[in-house]
């Protein structure tokens, strides 16, 4: 053993102790608080798809799955929605956001690295050689805020998956609503086109014995055009509209969509004051609110504890004479004022988030009633619709056309008969559709899935079609 090596092993000791202790703090014994929520539609628990090799995600593999992974031609709005789970970039990009905050979780609880200095002096008096390690340890406790802080903006940005999933969720829903609804449109007006053709074609029979029939022919003639032309715009609409849900799948424009759609015949089988209390206790935007107040309130603190000083540990030793060094520094904060401006900053943050969160509680809650209101009103049109108006309107139709027919009625009659029926049944279809659209936005308010049941209405037809 050389004369210079005793020194080597205390200071082997202190460089392995140094590092250690740059990769946890000893003062960090208290856990972070834990995500407290999941999310009833999505596992949270479960991180987005690995990427081979930690490559980059291709932001067109998206369209490579769509080719290779369609929707089949029966899908349901179930098998939409879990294809969007698994394919949607915009979900993806939140999942990823949210990866990356708890990431900052575990760099939020190490110490500052360790610093190793080496001095060499020899200016005509022997020779000098030190090494020393050195080792910053901030105010008891910041280490636990600021990982604190990080773990409050990682549950921040879980909420925000969920309010990312349920918004694209929602939208999904509209969509395929409105594509069912535009399917509607399209059979009702196929059906009473065929009806004015039919009706057409017998006043052009009576035409032939009685010429004065000629106006009447031209005038269904004329709305048989007009039904026409009223159809291929219906069809035409429907290709921007499954563009628009393809984009939403994260698809191609013009991947294959199933050619109907129809309305799910539900209710919310709920009070509204329930509805209402689960948005306070689900809504994903309020929790993400509350975690960010928590986690600029962590910050708060943090910036408090700058005012506080600083400790910086150091061993070292002189290689020549085999002498260890022990140091302590200390930061002094004497010019407090110059902090004071960052704690007023961290203050105003948190107090900002505070009343972005009750703005927010209030604003949902006002939403909550307005779409409370229209999915009721949905209800009681459906409802006054199927019960009285249409049943009316077709026993009026039935009874127009058989006066037609008999020549008892003129084809002005006939028609306005044939356009308050089409208008009613829009009506219907138009009221379902807004009854699923509404119950699925107030289930992206309360976030958590409602209860529903079967409309009445849907019930006896399944009644009535089982006895006969």
């Known amino acids: 053993m050389t004369p210079n090596t005793p020194w080597r092993v205390p200071l082997g000791a202190l460089c392995v102790g140094a590092v250690l202790t740059g990769c946890a703090s000893p003062l960090d014994e208290r856990r972070p608080p834990a995500a407290s929520w999941q999310d009833p539609w999505l596992d949270m628990q479960r991180p987005p798809p690995p990427r081979a090799n930690g490559s980059p995600a291709n932001p067109r593999d998206g369209a490579h799955r769509a080719d290779t992974d369609p929707l089949p031609a029966n899908a349901t709005l179930e098998d939409v929605l879990t294809y969007a789970q698994t394919h949607?970039?915009?979900?993806r990009a939140a999942q990823e956001r949210w990866q990356a905050a708890a990431a900052r979780i575990d760099s939020a609880r190490f110490l500052p690295d360790p610093r190793v200095s080496y001095l060499?002096?020899?200016d005509g008096r022997p020779r000098k050689q030190e090494i020393m390690v050195e080792q910053a340890f901030p105010w008891f406790g910041t280490i636990e805020r600021r990982r604190d802080a990080a773990t409050y903006a990682a549950e921040a940005e879980l909420a925000?998956?969920?309010e990312q999933w349920l918004a694209i969720r929602a939208r999904i829903i509209e969509n395929v609503l409105e594509l069912g609804y535009l399917d509607a449109r399209i059979a009702l007006t196929r059906d009473t086109a065929e009806l004015v053709t039919q009706l057409e074609s017998s006043l052009r029979a009576q035409y032939m014995t009685q010429p004065d029939m000629y106006a009447a022919v031209v005038r269904a003639q004329v709305e048989v055009g007009r039904l026409e032309n009223e159809l291929e715009s219906l069809v035409a609409r429907r290709v921007p509209l499954a563009a628009r849900l393809n984009a939403m799948l994260s698809r191609p424009a013009d991947a294959p969509l199933p050619e109907a759609w129809a309305s799910p015949d539900e209710v919310l089988d709920a009070h509204d004051d329930d509805?209402?209390?689960?948005?306070?206790?689900?809504?994903?935007?309020?929790?993400?609110?509350s975690a960010l107040v928590e986690?600029?309130?962590q910050g708060q603190a943090v910036a408090r504890a700058e005012n506080n000083p600083d400790f910086t540990l150091g061993a070292g030793a002189d290689v020549t004479t085999d002498e260890y060094i022990f140091a302590v520094s200390m930061r002094v904060p004497i010019w407090r004022e110059r902090n004071e401006g960052r704690v007023r900053e961290a203050t105003s943050n948190r107090l900002a988030a505070a009343h972005e969160r009750e703005d927010a509680r209030h604003r949902l809650r006002a939403e909550a009633s307005d779409l409370l209101f229209q999915h009721h009103d949905a209800q009681r049109r459906i409802v006054l619709l199927r019960d009285t108006l249409i049943p009316k309107a077709?026993?009026?139709?039935?009874?127009?056309l058989a006066c037609c027919a008999a020549g008892n009625t003129g084809l002005q009659d006939a028609l306005d008969a044939e356009r308050t029926l089409l208008?009613?049944?829009l009506e219907e279809a138009r009221a379902v559709a807004d009854r699923a659209s509404t119950l699925a936005q107030l289930e992206s308010l309360s976030g958590v899935p409602l209860p529903r049941r079967i409309d009445a209405y849907n019930d006896a037809q399944s009644t009535e079609g089982d006895e006969q």
């Open 88 to 91: 949607s970039v915009a979900l």
């Open 120 to 122: 060499h002096e020899r």
């Open 160 to 162: 925000r998956v969920s």
């Open 275 to 289: 509805v209402v209390a689960w948005l306070e206790d689900h809504n994903p935007t309020l929790r993400a609110q």
């Open 295 to 297: 986690s600029l309130r």
């Open 394 to 400: 077709e026993e009026a139709m039935r009874a127009v």
């Open 423 to 425: 208008s009613l049944r």
